[in-house]
């Protein structure tokens, strides 16, 4: 064993700038590999945290514009969802997957609690609006029943907000039980809420039916969501949607195939979609980094063909005085591996090292897309485990590279070896 390491270390040495060069086409190769799957599973671990707390099963109907004429009605119409389009999605022909129902309005308005003003975005929503859209509570409590059926005049404030509202001096959850004024009414805020990175951090949330007397928007609502099951393959859900589509334009005077008059968004379908993506982003990494870490294979099958070249003459020696084939195979095996071991272990800290840098200076950093702030990467790092996986894979690619040169080293013919210059 001693003999095999220090002739290893002697061809090395002897070739200290072919074997560097060769190592580092190795190292790179296994430091890309472990960077690529670094920044995808920071983009996966970003989706999943922009997800986290959200109810995927929900639906949510928007109101949109006639693409086509319908029942003697010109194209172009503009449609607006009503309170009593609920009522269809609670009808028994989707009662087989829908749960809860609920519908939403938005608008804005100025509040004001002692000597502090701030805008805000006001919701009138239902209670179940916490559950599907991940809203943390984090002092008093979230809308109920009662104050939906009893129009209570009551809020839940975002921390942000609330921080806006009672002064940087004063603890933000002080401000529950307190009134403040929302417009042109008083409401009494009841609960604290996580504010995400949005540009809605300054949101406030009452009663969806005290709203809508508030407001005196009739029966016009600005949004309809709704929960659902049952619903799990991409052709389920997009057969569903068109079911609801289709009993929501005919109550609207528009065409059922009409995509255009009544938009939803299925976040379901979009969550999935999104994992399929990934999916097939992930595959991408690993091909492209394999393709580049076999760059540094061939690499070494090349440098272990020219050592058997140069050693030619060694290896006829060798074999005249009694080494045997596989005596000459274990020694180019050998020191293949070693370059590629060496080498790749460089690659795979150095890559990890890389993750480490990018999660603590690019990683959790919001970006605004659509109006929406959302994070890219979330810990984009490589467990030990596929760190070291990718470089036991690579020292086995090592070995097959060696493996030619190693096997024409050991048919070389000792009279013919030792001819050779």
Excluded at 155 to 163: G, K, P, Q, W, Y
């Amino acid at each position: 064993m001693r003999d095999t390491v220090v002739e290893i270390w002697n061809s090395v040495r002897r070739n200290k700038l072919r074997t560097c060069l060769t190592g580092f086409a190795v190292a790179w190769g296994i430091f890309m590999l472990i960077v690529l799957l670094g920044a995808g599973n920071g983009l996966m671990n970003a989706v999943t945290q922009n997800y986290e707390g959200v109810n995927l099963n929900t639906m949510t109907l928007y109101g949109g514009v006639t693409s086509m004429p319908y029942g003697g009605l010109p194209e172009g119409r503009s449609i607006t969802l009503e309170s009593n389009d609920m009522k269809v999605l609670e009808s028994p022909a989707f009662s087989s997957h829908v749960d809860a129902v609920m519908a939403s309005i938005h608008y804005t308005a100025t509040a004001v609690y002692g000597k502090n003003t701030v805008s805000s975005y006001v919701s009138g929503v239902y209670p179940e609006y916490a559950s599907s859209n991940g809203i943390k509570i984090t002092a008093g409590r979230f809308l109920n029943r009662k104050d939906i059926e009893s129009r209570r005049k009551v809020v839940v404030l975002t921390d942000r907000l609330a921080e806006l509202l009672s002064g940087t001096d004063t603890d933000a959850s002080a401000i529950v039980g307190h009134n403040i004024r929302l417009g042109n009414a008083s409401f009494k805020v009841v609960g604290i809420a996580a504010a995400d990175m949005s540009s809605d951090s300054q949101q406030s949330y009452a009663p969806f039916t005290t709203v809508m007397v508030q407001n005196s928007r009739g029966k016009d609502v600005d949004e309809i969501s709704f929960t659902f099951h049952g619903l799990e393959t991409e052709e389920e859900n997009e057969n569903f949607v068109d079911d609801v589509r289709a009993a929501v334009n005919v109550r609207h005077n528009a065409s059922p195939d009409d995509k255009s008059a009544v938009w939803i968004w299925n976040l379901f379908l979009e969550k999935m979609q999104m994992d399929k993506s990934l999916g097939i982003l992930t595959t991408g990494l690993w091909i492209i980094g394999l393709l580049t870490l076999l760059s540094g294979i061939v690499g070494v099958s090349n440098i272990m063909l020219i050592t058997v070249k140069e050693r030619t003459h060694e290896f006829g020696i060798r074999k005249a005085i009694g080494a045997r084939p596989w005596q000459i195979t274990r020694l180019i095996l050998s020191e293949s591996i070693v370059i590629t071991a060496f080498f790749g272990y460089v690659g795979m800290f150095t890559g990890m090292i890389a993750c480490e840098l990018l999660d603590k200076y690019a990683a959790n950093n919001a970006v605004s897309v659509l109006g929406e702030s959302v994070m890219l990467f979330i810990n984009p790092t490589v467990g030990l485990d596929v760190a070291f996986q990718a470089t036991l894979l690579l020292v086995v690619a090592g070995t097959v590279a060696g493996l030619f040169p190693a096997r024409k080293a050991a048919k070389v013919r000792p009279i013919e070896a030792l001819r050779a210059e």
